[in-house]
């Protein structure tokens, strides 16, 4: 006996535009030596090099164009640029870029869960989907298309020695499309490797239809996936507390050598006065410092985060001595619930701390030491931070902002920084592969941790409230995909709320949903009292993220790290373990705190 299955696809249309490098000739080389000593016409390089002028002209003409050579407006003639300098003493074989037209490449979205392939993955045919779509999908961010446009590009031969230049748009199609996959008791066939974490999902409506599927999987071992990368992950470079969040922030702004990002959902009065000094110092150096606040106010009816940051960027400029157009901020919301600082180094190269803490808001000072307060993790891959840097880009043009030339500037280091070589890896040092994930791809993860999980599962929120358990009759909550799993006497579960649901919009039918749900699987249920933190563990793969696992968040902008990384796993667990402990209110919610084994 088996079944049919057809599972919904979304067509991902993105256009961009590709070019390559020009090339340094030997001839334009020696050209701009010659200008560096002294010539500075046709008629001064002539006698030096014996070629035709047509040759030179056509040479001084390319230079030009390139940047690396210019015209003194004094009427002295030709003049290396500071490019042109540039080149010769740091013997560049290439300057600039030749354009090629806008292409477009379509990419293809299950809608199960979400996650996009290329094109070729699979054969499908303008049919419906049988199985419903995954909620809140979200559309696709500039920095997961890039990195899957280059992985395009480096993979088909007609690109070959050219990069991505940029993305121009990037369209999601609905248009009833679908690929079949059959189910037996033995085999699931016409489901692609790369898409073997649907397997649990297709298993559970196999068996609704009489199919009990009995097979071994297929995708057990794992697939090249250039979405992951393999970085060293140091145990400082994951940071747990409120105050250690706060003092990384002061050192990052003082470390900053040439541009500094700063993003918070929330913004406070206090906190901006607490950086105000570092940050003046950090303009006079001249750090470009680009500040970005998420959400209107902290609280509905507040203050405004934008009359707070309106005054408080026109009293630094006035204090920054003519180094106030160093500084840019938003002057409208983003949208955004994302938390991210991002500086670089007198070396040149970039580092991100991502996760739960509002760098612009600060600490809660009753809980700012405890262990398991906030969640965030620092990435120095160049490729995991240049994605980051082209999203946030991406989020401030689809708001239509006009912010100081913020999205321009951020999406050209995030193209150079994307496409870097990858550091070596140090194996002394621990080792994990890391991604960067976006919006409501955070569902997606948490859907396929909730279902797949096998040795133990954790997820904190800083908020909860129906989001989280749904109505069973309407598609459920976002933990209704445990009510599709069977029982796993092994599986350890722990669900962290840093707040009890509001009693006007929580009554007993939602604590009872939720307990039913988190008793399907004998999990347990903590208030973690002041808990900020938005973590998932599922075995030993964690996402640390702004994304709030158990409330509403659709809509609002999100931004989180996947790291792949046992001993990351272990003292996450290990840190809201002691975050139970310290919650001081045994009945957890308004009711049960721990439901055990039936």
């Not at 490098?21 to 390089?45: F, K, N, Y």
């Not at 002539?46 to 015209?71: G, T």
């Not at 913020?406 to 050209?412: C, G, K, S």
């Not at 919650?583 to 009711?591: L, T």
Request: net charge negative.
């Amino acid at each position: 006996m088996s079944t049919e299955l057809r599972i919904p696809l979304t067509e991902i249309r993105v256009k961009f535009r590709a070019g390559s490098r020009r090339p340094i000739t030997e001839l334009d080389r020696l050209v701009m030596q010659a200008i560096a000593t002294g010539a500075s016409s046709v008629s001064d390089l002539a006698p030096i090099f014996q070629l035709p002028e047509r040759l030179l002209v056509e040479c001084l003409i390319d230079l030009m164009d390139m940047a690396l050579l210019a015209l003194d407006i004094g009427g002295s003639g030709f003049r290396l640029t500071e490019f042109g300098t540039r080149s010769l003493e740091q013997r560049l074989t290439t300057f600039g870029e030749r354009l090629g037209d806008a292409e477009e490449l379509i990419f293809l979205r299950e809608d199960l869960t979400g996650r996009i392939g290329p094109r070729r993955i699979v054969w499908y045919a303008r049919e419906k989907g049988e199985i419903p779509p995954g909620t809140a999908l979200g559309n696709s961010s500039f920095g997961e298309m890039e990195r899957l446009l280059l992985q395009e590009l480096k993979a088909n031969k007609d690109y070959q020695g050219m990069h991505l230049h940029s993305v121009e748009s990037i369209i999601p199609v609905r248009d009833g499309i679908s690929f079949k996959v059959t189910v037996d008791e033995e085999r699931i066939s016409g489901l692609p490797r790369q898409w073997g974490h649907l397997q649990p999902l297709l298993v559970a409506e196999a068996k609704k239809r009489g199919v009990s599927y009995v097979g071994v999987s297929k995708h057990d071992e794992p697939i090249e996936d250039l979405a992951w990368c393999e970085i060293n992950l140091r145990e400082s470079d994951l940071l747990l507390t409120a105050s250690s969040h706060e003092s990384t922030l002061l050192d990052a702004i003082k470390q900053a050598h040439s541009h500094l990002l700063i993003v918070s959902a929330h913004v406070s009065e206090k906190m901006l006065n607490t950086l105000q000094a570092d940050i003046t110092a950090a303009m006079l150096r001249g750090v470009r410092v680009d500040v970005l606040w998420g959400l209107p106010s902290l609280d509905e009816g507040g203050e405004p985060h934008a009359k707070t940051t309106k005054s408080w960027s026109q009293a630094i400029r006035k204090s920054s001595s003519g180094s106030g157009d160093n500084l840019a901020v938003n002057a409208e919301p983003l949208n955004s619930d994302g938390k991210v600082l991002i500086w670089d180094t007198q070396d040149g190269s970039y580092q991100a701390i991502v996760g739960s803490y509002n760098w612009l808001y600060g600490l809660v000072g009753s809980v700012a030491e405890r262990r398991g307060s906030e969640a965030s993790v620092r990435i120095y891959d160049p490729r995991l931070v240049g994605s980051i840097c082209s999203t946030l880009a991406g989020w401030l043009d689809d708001g239509g902002q006009q912010s100081s030339g913020i999205p321009l500037r951020w999406r050209q280091i995030g193209l150079h920084l994307a496409q870097q070589e990858p550091p070596s890896v140090e194996q002394d040092t621990p080792v994990s592969r890391a991604r960067v994930i976006f919006d409501e791809g955070h569902a997606q993860m948490l859907r396929e941790g909730l279902m797949n999980a096998d040795q133990r599962l954790l997820v904190t929120s800083h908020k909860l409230n129906r989001s989280a358990t749904g109505d069973p009759n309407d598609g459920g909550g976002k933990l209704e995909w445990l009510a599709r799993r069977e029982r796993n006497d092994g599986l350890r579960f722990a669900l962290v709320s840093g707040r009890k649901p509001k009693g006007d919009s929580w009554t007993s039918e939602d604590q009872n949903r939720l307990e039913e749900l988190v008793g399907v699987v004998g999990g347990s249920m903590s208030l973690g009292e002041g808990t900020h933190a938005r973590v998932l563990v599922y075995d030993d793969v964690v996402v640390v993220s702004s994304y709030n696992f158990l409330s509403t968040t659709q809509d609002k902008r999100q931004i989180g790290v996947m790291l792949q990384s046992k001993a990351t796993a272990d003292t996450l667990w290990d840190a809201f373990e002691v975050a139970k402990m310290h919650s001081g209110d045994g009945s957890s919610f308004s009711r049960l705190a721990t439901l055990s084994a039936s």
